[in-house]
């Protein structure tokens, strides 16, 4: 992982990383990042932090796969919202500071 934006909103976010070329939606296929997440790097990584209600947090990841496919993944920051898909891009994550 190399760089962090810092954006006002998700949707901010979301907007800005498809100009950038970050089109696929990793939602759709999080299956693919569980099974190979050394296929996977992040590229760009923002946490937005609601005004009030805890629950209106997220995280944006770039991700760039090693076929060249950019995209995005959106997660939930709140403990009842991190799944799998989100556990290995975490790891990700902190393996990318190394």
């Not at 190399?2 to 999080?30: C, P, Q, R, W």
């Not at 005004?51 to 947090?57: C, F, K, L, M, V």
């Not at 076929?67 to 993944?73: C, F, H, L």
């Amino acid at each position: 992982m190399n760089k962090m934006y810092h954006y006002t909103s998700v949707s901010k976010a979301l907007d800005e990383l498809n100009e950038k070329g970050f089109t696929y939606d990793f939602n759709i296929n999080e299956a693919d990042i569980v099974k190979n997440p050394s296929r996977y790097e992040i590229v760009h990584i923002y946490r937005y932090e609601g005004d009030s209600n805890p629950d209106d947090e997220a995280i944006v990841y770039g991700i760039k796969s090693i076929s060249g496919k950019k995209g995005v993944y959106v997660a939930g920051f709140a403990a009842n919202s991190v799944n799998e898909a989100t556990e290995v891009l975490i790891q990700l994550t902190i393996k990318g500071r190394n």
